[in-house]
């Protein structure tokens, strides 16, 4: 059995759910991408379309944003419980419509780890010119050698990606977490 996996939006996650973030505190946005702990009182903000069902959107547990992702209280309350590691919840409103939500948290992932199997993944330099610097991967293989060093990491080799343990993966797919999906 895998021990890791690379978590993503679900196939099924509707595009009409993408939120908009809105960093009122006037920070920007990619701080949210470093993969760094937010010292600061900063206040976000998500904005769902006024089109889409209001009970059909607040079903989905993790939702994908144009800037960080954003959880409901339910998963923020479970991987509180569980004791999940290397994220931090920042406080967020989610508004649909005219109505706000309270109790939403920011998705922030703050450990890195490395996580791919180079030999296997397929990649070319980001930038022709530096051809041992920051790398686009076409394909990813993670290394199952490897111990993450939290339950959730940005992988060291790409910081966009996330991968969580296989414990991690269980307890999302035991409890019926809608809006992400497991690969390896």
Not at 135 to 163: M, N, P, Q, Y
């Amino acid at each position: 059995m895998a021990n890791n996996f690379i978590l993503s939006i679900a196939e099924d996650y509707p595009e009409s759910y993408w939120l908009k973030a809105k960093i009122l505190s006037g920070e920007d946005i990619s701080i949210f991408k470093e993969g760094i702990i937010i010292g600061k009182d900063i206040k976000v903000r998500f904005e769902g379309s006024k089109k889409v069902s209001t009970s059909k959107l607040l079903s989905y547990d993790f939702f994908f944003s144009d800037g960080p992702n954003l959880i409901s209280p339910r998963l923020h309350q479970l991987m509180c419980l569980e004791g999940i590691s290397g994220v931090q919840f920042v406080d967020a409103e989610l508004v649909v419509g005219e109505v706000s939500h309270a109790g939403y948290k920011v998705f922030n992932v703050i450990d890195r780890s490395p996580a791919f199997d180079l030999h296997k993944s397929i990649s070319e330099p980001l930038l022709s010119y530096i051809p041992d610097g920051p790398r686009w991967f076409s394909k990813i293989a993670l290394d199952e050698r490897i111990e993450l060093s939290s339950d959730i990491v940005r992988a060291e080799e790409e910081s966009a990606t996330i991968v969580v343990k296989a414990r991690v993966k269980a307890i999302f797919e035991s409890d019926l977490v809608r809006g992400l999906q497991f690969t390896q």
